[in-house]
Each structure stands twice: as structure tokens, then as C-alpha cells.
């Protein structure tokens, strides 16, 4: 029996090296998710810090100074959350795309997989099926040996 040869070896670690790269990249960006996920929720922190702080001098006596500096410091705080929101929603975007490109090379990679235990399949049977033919020629040719020489 001839052993299997897969002719597409070559594809196959090509699209099995694609899905590693972007299987890599969607772990970084599932990371990345995950820390800028981390910096919102201490700006929200830091931001309500500030807002405590601010209701607290309001209730007592306060500088005008004290208040614009608090101010600042809160208006500072929004636009760092917000920015950190913009950044976590386009990381969130990212994470979204490299998951489909993910799941296509995933896919591409088993369409090649199941396309070579196909022809592997197919080989077996095609070779077990010759030596099921050369079998069987072996036993007819002994048949008709042994009738010719059981009658001469």
C-alpha cells in the first residue's frame, strides 16, 4: 500500500500560521479591552472623588479660588473619561474585527483540514480496494492452476 501524500501541505501551514498570527492579535486586543476597561473605571473614580470633594466645600466656607481649582480639576476628570471612553469603544471596535478576521482564518484552516482527512480517506479506500482486486486475482489465478493441474 502507498502511503498518503497531502499535496496542500504547504497551504495548510500557511493558513494553520495565519490563525496562530490572528489568534495572537485578538488575545492583545481582548487585553487591551480589558485594561482600558480598568482606566475607566478609576477616571470615574477619580472624577467622583472630585465631585465629593466640590459638595463638601459647597456646604461649607470656600475660597473663590478653591473653587476654580476644584473646577478645573472636574472639568480635567470629564475629558480624561471621556477620552478613555472614545479609546475603550474603538478597542472594543478592534477586538470586534480581529475576532471575525479570527474566526475566518480559523475557518479557512479547517476547510483545508477537513479537505486533506477527505483525500486521506479517499486514498485508503481507493488503495484497499486494489488489493482487494489483486486478492482476488491471486485466488482466481490458484483456482485455475490448481483445476488445470487436478485434471491433466
Known sequence: ????????????????????????KFAHSVKEVQRLEENL??????????????????KGAFRSDQI???QSSL???????????????????????RRKIFMDHDSQCKAVDRLQEKQKEEHYFNENKKEQLELE???????????????V
Open 1 to 24: 500500500m502507498r502511503t498518503f501524500n497531502f499535496k496542500l501541505k504547504a497551504l495548510l501551514r500557511l493558513k494553520e500560521t495565519k490563525r496562530e498570527q490572528s489568534l495572537v
Open 41 to 58: 473605571v478609576s477616571a470615574q473614580k477619580r472624577l467622583d472623588s472630585v465631585l465629593g470633594i466640590l459638595h463638601d466645600r459647597q
Open 68 to 70: 476654580e481649582a476644584l
Open 75 to 97: 472639568a480635567l476628570e470629564r475629558e480624561n473619561l471621556s477620552q478613555v471612553q472614545t479609546l475603550l469603544n474603538r478597542a472594543k471596535e478592534m477586538q470586534s474585527s
Open 137 to 151: 486475482d491471486v485466488i482466481g489465478s490458484r483456482f485455475l492452476f490448481q483445476r488445470i493441474n487436478g485434471q
